[in-house]
């Protein structure tokens, strides 16, 4: 893919979501996005574990990454030193950023500020749920969804979360979950967008270049 992104054979992220195609390479995200992402560390703790050696401690680092315009990613990753679990975690939130939906309430007045319905995540013990707001509420929720919030571009939101809310790790991803859960279902105005219309191409690469065959309705 990373090659099609090259030859801009592929335009932008909403081409690869569209699809749902994975992104692989982390270069691919700074090429749409580039200076417009910013990085977040939410939490570095340390990890022990006994071997025979003695104890052998090494650190994680949870990071969220956004471009507080509807892309939204977070990764964790452990490592010996901080810095490396640092620069890992930046690498692997960049390949899961996930795109975010926003809508108006009531009036569209203004850029959207909220998310379309209430949507719920989970991890562990931790349900997080969000559910929409009026323009001016702001983000009511704890420190650590509200970061993710207005990371991935959501200006106005209630919260409403359970469980052992402590557990930082998985208070983050129960949020990441809700937000990714933005596009779990079609509007009536996303109706108008039929993606087996479209027709795509075939793209292969052989001996360094890039080959199209001709375009190809999906499921025709």
């Known amino acids: 893919m990373g090659c099609l992104v ?3 054979k592929i335009k932008s992220l909403e081409e690869i979501y569209l699809f749902s195609l994975p992104i692989k390479e982390s270069e691919i995200i700074d090429f749409f996005l580039g200076a417009s992402l910013k990085d977040e560390v939410l939490k570095i703790m340390p990890m022990q574990k006994h071997t025979r050696a003695g104890q052998r401690t090494r ?3 949870f990071v969220t990454i956004g471009d507080y315009n509807g892309h939204i990613g977070l990764s964790v990753k452990c490592s010996k030193e901080v810095a490396a679990a640092i620069r890992g975690a ?3 939130a960049k390949l899961s950023i996930v795109p975010v939906r ?3 309430w009531g009036n569209k007045i203004g850029n959207p500020h909220t998310v379309p319905c209430k949507a719920t995540g989970r991890c562990g013990s931790v349900p997080v749920r969000l559910i929409p707001a009026p323009r001016g509420t702001d983000i009511v929720s ?3 969804p509200k970061k993710l919030l207005m990371m991935a571009g959501i200006d106005d ?3 409403s979360a359970r469980g052992c809310t402590a557990t930082l790790g998985n208070f983050a991803k129960a949020t990441f979950d809700a937000i990714s859960k933005t596009y779990s279902y079609l509007a009536p105005v996303m109706h108008e967008i039929i993606p087996h219309q479209l027709g795509f191409k075939r793209v292969f690469i052989l001996g360094g270049k890039t080959h199209e065959t001709p375009t190809i ?3 025709a």
Do not use: L, N, S, W
Request: proline residues 5%; positive net charge.
């Open 6 to 8: 090259k030859d801009m």
């Open 59 to 61: 650190f994680k680092a």
């Open 90 to 92: 930046i690498i692997f």
């Open 102 to 104: 926003r809508v108006h």
């Open 142 to 144: 704890a420190p650590v």
């Open 157 to 159: 939101c209630y919260t």
């Open 217 to 219: 309705r999906k499921g």
